[in-house]
Nanobody, 124 residues
Framework: QVQLVESGGGLVQAGGSLTLSCEASGRDFSRYVMGWFRQAPGKEREFVATISRSGGFTYYIDLVKGRFTIARDNAKNTVYLQMNSLKPEDTAVYYC?????????????????WGQGTQVTVSS
């Protein structure tokens, strides 16, 4: 079992930056592939980025490539999402998630553990 707690959301102007953090409790954080998802009002939750257990492999949706960076620090049981050049369409609740899947999961059905979410609002 692992519990995930996100932080770092807030209100930012378009073009600005935010860094989200997600701290995991429990042991064996490095066993889990970690991902970030987001859900905008009236829309389904969508995959944003994932990072392998060691941190050596990352994958992003095209909408955020070159703007967002996912990283993890296994010694601190924490995964991060650095978001630059933010756009109003990035406004959403952002969730971190952990997966025991053997691969690079991009579907929310492949993730076993979820945080409570943190709101990111980008004003135009």
């Amino acid at each position: 079992q692992v519990q995930l707690v996100e932080s770092g959301g807030g209100l930012v102007q378009a073009g600005g930056s935010l860094t989200l953090s997600c701290e995991a409790s429990g042991r064996d954080f490095s066993r889990y592939v970690m991902g970030w998802f987001r859900q905008a009002p009236g829309k389904e939750r969508e995959f944003v980025a994932t990072i392998s257990r060691s941190g050596g492999f990352t994958y992003y949706i095209d909408l955020v490539k070159g703007r967002f960076t996912i990283a993890r620090d296994n010694a601190k049981n924490t995964v991060y999402l650095q978001m630059n050049s933010l756009k109003p369409e990035d406004t959403a609740v952002y969730y971190c998630a952990g997966s025991v899947y053997l691969g690079s999961p991009t579907s929310d059905r492949q993730y076993n553990y979820w945080g409570q979410g943190t709101q990111v609002t980008v004003s135009s």
